[in-house]
């Protein structure tokens, strides 16, 4: 079965494609889009009102499914004109409810018994419409009785708002977002873009994936709560002209999966990236930056009010002496030019050095990219930067990979991290900071 395909696939994909031959192919979306069990064993009520982003909910709900989840779908009367539960059941592989008078349920009450065994009730589109019934705690129709008669405290309420951005930024729905808000729903915010309606604004629904990366971090354990976490993440390019310049092969595959990481578990984070065009993970500042010199200069910044600084950022360790106004042309001598090169700074030293790393108000990780002897060299490394926690990886094994294998390193000793994807190693590494900074404190 070959997969339909969009745009142009390098040539060997293709051809090992039409051979049907099995291809790895590492996407710079595999670390925000997981093949993970993120949601193994929740149970997510998937509620639909109407809107035109009906569509995108059959995306959500195989996404929820493919995350692990299982998902009981309940629509409105207005979301059936836009999508059929026909194709909702197949996706979700169970009936479709839709009226409070299904007399499938023996005991008739199908807005009990569904809230009752759920995990979450997600709205998704959340329709203007809907939101006014919930704010006055209407009931006339299954799924706004469903979340009225839903436990409060045992029964999360996730609303994915979808509508035209005038409709979104009309005080009426902004004071009913406030009200949702403060009788304990999340609100997931929405899009910015191009409308259906052929207007552009805010108020489209957030994409599937987006919505995914949203409930996964929901039901993650915050235990970085009130934190502030900077990383650094990337290669550097220091410029030679304005053509070339010299660069390396950091993907930055772990440092978005560790900003990813920290966000789930409750943290400010800004990111300072190196050129990638990896995807933002969601509720994250990113800085993008060039030079080692324009990420010192960022990640000092940050590190103001940072608590945590991880600094898996592959920093160029020389630049260009001198950089070239325009191209250096070949001038027929058939000699190439002569580089000089000159020592950037040390992100990490510097930062790990300054007043609040010292006093304690800020908890440095580093990251040692080796080619051997990873031990002593990881050990070494932490003491040469003077920091507490350090983690070692042989570079050429992991750059661009979607795993890898990494050993911690600390006073106490080394701890390795088995082979695993970046995410699953970045949720790790997480729970080590975490831990131990509540030791330290
Ligand atoms: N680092 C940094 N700034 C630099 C060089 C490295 O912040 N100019 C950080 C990296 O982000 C990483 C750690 O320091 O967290 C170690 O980087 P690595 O390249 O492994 O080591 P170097 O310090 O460059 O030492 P060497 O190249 O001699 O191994």
Known sequence: HTPPLRGSLPPEVALALRRGMATRICSPYAVTMPP?????GKHIVLGLTGGIACYKAAELCRALIKAGATVQVVMTQAAEQFITPVTMQALSNRTVYGSQWDAREPNNMPHINLSREADAIVIAPCSADFMVKLVHGGADDLLSLMCLARPIDKVPLLLAPAMNREMWAHPATQRNMAQLSADGATILGVGSGFQACGETG???MLEPQELLEDIVAFFSPKLLAGQHVLVTAGPTFEAIDPIRGITNHSSGKMGFAITRAAREAGAQVTLVAGPVSLPTPRGVQRVNVKSAREMLAASVDAAQTATVFVATAAVADWRPATQANHKIKKDGSGQAPLLQFT???????????GERARSGQLFCVGFAAESQDLVNNAQAKRA?????????NIGPLTFGQDDNEMLLVDAAGVQPLPRAPKLVLARK??????RRMRAAA
């Open 36 to 40: 993970m069990n993120d949601l193994a």
């Open 202 to 204: 805010d108020g489209r």
């Open 343 to 353: 020592e950037n700074p040390d992100i990490l030293h510097t930062i790990a050095q």
């Open 384 to 392: 040469r930067k003077g920091i507490p926690l350090l983690v070692g």
């Open 429 to 434: 590494l997480i729970a080590e900071i975490a």
